[in-house]
């Protein structure tokens, strides 16, 4: 079978993968009973549960599935921990993996990520001691780390080129499902979990996700990571597939109303130009496909009320004022409290510094960096942002280096998700992000195949060496 064929036959899986997990979604969340959609469902995920322990890349599949369930996937609530789907299946997966690093079937190599990443859970860890609110400061830093062990989970996966393919094609294809049903919720169709409307705006979708923000954050992860290596596939039908997710992934992404997530997604595609291996006839034709699309939503499909409000006079908008007021509050936080709040603990001292003008439901900072600072103070910020630094350098370093187009254009996504999710971070507090840490996971494989390939090429040259002396 030539590779055209296999990126082929891989699409299309994922696809249908992708399209009756969608349907499962929506069976759970139907007040009539839906047997057949439940059973077929649940046979999808016992298969692919199997299936990850000798393919661990399914598994990752079905975890980032399983993560977009958001508030839909709880399954008990003991306080303030709150036991979800995410969670068991991250528990299965530590079992699997480590199972196979043990058995020497995978490998879980050392990164440039793993002091600043340490350093950072440290400090997470260690700020629980000034928290106010213990319990909360617990879930918020189990929340965290089982964040952050995503990160590892695509390193150990995701060994071999064909195996992060398959996770990023698989991300994809949930990203285009959930999109589809945005466009559906969005035309006020049909809604899994109610309609949120923003006054006067009409319907921002969430699908299943708890704020539209963040299905804006996932929805622009997905598209960045799979665009560049969609670009790449020779076989005009995989092609034409993997473009058809990526459009219904970002159209999920605009009916949000994210502007975030908006802005955010145009950093990553500007890095996808700036960075892809592909002719600059192309690059031009996608600049010039953009500036088309955005043109015709922005005149003819974008809310006219959001297009004023929120876009045409920002500068008065109440929510951009509600974030300017609560950055402000979190500045006094962070100089009262140099050494941070202790994690998750935010909200708890932040009745005391909010502005009059800002709504009394909004209780975040809105800014990802500024409660890492309140929270952790200024070596919690410090180690985080050193986090993402290392992060974004291996991935570039991957790029650079690779020499497979397959591998390079799996660091360029990184690169561009990365990217595109630290612009949104500056609106919205996307610190504990799995979507975010999947990015850096998706960067750090890269770096180890990259890496690996090297290796193996320095000893077969040694060799060769060798045996002409």
């Excluded at 322990?53 to 996937?73: R, S």
Aim: glycine share 8%; aromatic share 8%; with cysteine.
């Amino acid at each position: 079978m030539t590779d055209t064929s296999i990126h082929a036959t891989r699409t299309s899986t994922l696809v249908i993968i992708g399209a009756v997990s969608g349907a499962f979604l929506t069976g759970l969340s139907l007040i009539t009973p839906a047997a057949p959609v439940l059973v077929v469902g649940a046979a999808v995920v016992a298969i692919a549960l199997v299936a990850a322990i000798d393919h661990p890349e399914i598994g990752l599949v079905l975890l980032v599935g399983a993560a977009t369930l958001d508030h839909l996937g709880r399954l008990a609530e003991i306080g303030p921990l709150r036991l979800t789907i995410y969670q068991a299946l991250v528990a299965y997966m530590l079992v699997v993996l480590g199972a196979r690093v043990l058995k020497g079937r995978s490998r879980l190599s050392a990164t440039p990520i793993d002091l600043p990443v340490a350093l950072f859970l440290a400090i997470v860890v260690s700020s629980l001691f000034v928290a106010r609110d213990v319990p909360v400061g617990v879930v918020s830093a189990i929340s965290l780390i089982s964040s952050a062990v995503v990160a590892y989970m695509v390193l150990v996966s995701a060994d071999t080129p064909r195996r992060l393919s398959v996770v990023v094609l698989g991300t994809a294809a949930i990203g285009g499902v959930i999109g589809v049903f945005g466009i559906v919720e969005r035309a006020e169709i049909y809604t899994l979990v109610g309609y949120v409307r923003a006054w006067g705006e009409g319907v921002r979708s969430t699908v299943t996700f708890a704020d539209p923000n963040i299905m804006g954050s996932f929805q622009l992860t997905a598209a960045a990571l799979a665009l560049p290596l969609v670009l790449t596939l020779k076989e005009w039908r995989a092609k034409a597939a993997g473009l058809g997710l990526v459009l219904a992934t970002v159209a999920g992404l605009l009916t949000t109303g994210s502007r975030g997530g908006i802005v955010g997604f145009a950093v990553a595609l500007a890095v996808i130009l700036v960075f892809s291996r592909i002719r600059f006839s192309t690059k031009v034709a996608m600049a010039l496909a953009v500036i088309m699309i955005g043109t015709v939503w922005f005149a003819f499909l974008a809310d006219p009320v959001w297009l004023e409000r929120r876009v045409l006079n920002v500068t008065d908008d109440t929510s951009m004022l509600a974030r300017v007021y609560m950055g402000t509050s979190a500045l006094e936080m962070a100089g009262d409290y140099p050494r941070g709040v202790g994690i998750g603990n935010y909200p708890v001292h932040y009745p005391f510094y909010r502005d009059i003008s800002v709504r009394f439901n909004l209780i975040e900072s809105h800014t990802a960096y500024l409660t890492v600072l309140v929270e952790t103070g200024i070596f919690g910020l410090l180690a985080f942002l050193g986090v993402l630094v290392a992060a974004f350098v291996a991935a570039a370093k991957a790029a650079w280096r690779a020499r497979d187009v397959e591998v390079h254009a799996l660091a360029v996504g990184a690169m561009a998700a990365m990217s595109g999710l630290a612009a949104q971070a500056f609106t919205y507090s996307l610190e504990n992000s799995k979507f975010w840490w999947l990015s850096i996971g998706v960067g750090l494989a890269c770096w180890a195949i990259v890496r690996r390939s090297e290796e193996d090429g320095a000893t077969s040259r040694d060799m060769n060496g060798a045996i002409e002396a």
